[in-house]
Structures are given as C-alpha cells and as structure tokens.
C-alpha cells in the first residue's frame, strides 16, 4: 500500500474515477438518480488539481484506490481550521479498514502542519461515513448546513476533531 502526495505525474482521470465511482455507489438513493448518471467521466479532473487543497492518493499495486482532499477551511468562522473536503475509495476497497489507514495519513499531516482542530461535512443519511468517522473520534458540532445536489436538497452534518485528544492510538495501521 503506497499513499502519497498527487504530483503531476499522476493520472487525475484514474483519480477522478474514484470520486465518481464512489459517488454512483454510495450516495445511491441518498441522491437522485438522474444526478449521480449526469456525473461525467472526469468531472474531478479540474476540482482535485484546484490551488489551495492538498490531496494524498493511496495505491495498491500501482492502482488508484482511495483519495483524501483537505486544507485550510473555506468558512471564515473556522479561520484556523483544516478541513477535510472529501476522502473516497473505489467501492470495491471499502469496509477493509482502509480508511482508517487513510484517515490516519491525513491526521498526522495535519498535525505536522500546525493545525490543532479539524472539521468535515456529511451527509446525514450517510450513516457508513458516520459511523466511521465518530469511531474515529469525530464529534458532531451541531452545525448542519444544506446542499443542493441537481434538485435535492440535503443536510450535512459538521463533525469536528480535536488533535489535542489523541484518538488515533485506538486505530492501528
């Protein structure tokens, strides 16, 4: 298992792929139907190469299996913060403990950054994502905040982590 910085040798079509795959899979009936078929070939290609995020991608034998964006928050209440943008996997790779490899990686290079507190967004029937990351040690804030995906409206919930809470030492890699 290799995870690592995108560089621009990478293939960001493979990459892509993996948000668009795990879009179609998870977010099926979460999100309308017609939405999740008009997502295109590539549609990431642009969103992943975007200044101002940082993005890892993990590889299993050379392959594009899962990636995680994150960076400084695009809400000026959280000034400070990071925020993790998105982390995907193919959705043949999920519910392996790959995402706790994952979201250990992004952890720690958050911590090396300087960041103290970290926040995501998610979907709130998305009940996998939020069972995971509350195992995780993610608490949510009681923010919640609509999104409109093609002409569904959906509520995300703000979960934050504290990095001065050591809650990786029960996970292991």
């Not at 790779?93 to 970290?118: C, D, P, S």
């Not at 995300?156 to 001065?164: A, C, G, L, T």
Request: charged share 20%; with cysteine; hydrophobic share 35%.
């Amino acid at each position: 298992m290799e995870i690592r910085y995108i560089t621009p040798d990478d293939n960001l079509a493979e990459i892509s792929r993996i948000y668009e795959q795990s879009w179609k899979h998870t977010y099926k009936g979460m999100l309308s139907k017609r939405y999740l078929n008009s997502i295109t070939e590539g549609e990431w290609i642009e969103k992943i190469s975007r200044c101002g995020t940082n993005s890892l991608v993990m590889l299993h034998n050379g392959k594009y299996i899962g990636t995680v964006s994150f960076g400084s928050s695009h809400i000026s209440q959280f000034d400070g913060w990071a925020e993790i943008f998105s982390i995907y996997f193919l959705p043949e790779y999920t519910g392996q403990g790959l995402g706790i490899i994952l979201m250990n990686h992004v952890i720690a290079e958050l911590r090396r950054l300087g960041y103290q507190r970290i926040f995501l967004f998610a979907l709130e029937k998305n009940l996998s994502a939020i069972r995971f990351y509350e195992k995780y040690g993610f608490t949510t804030s009681g923010v919640m905040m609509k999104n409109r995906f093609g002409r569904k409206v959906v509520n995300e919930i703000m979960y934050v982590y504290d990095m001065s809470q050591d809650y990786t030492g029960k996970f292991s890699s």
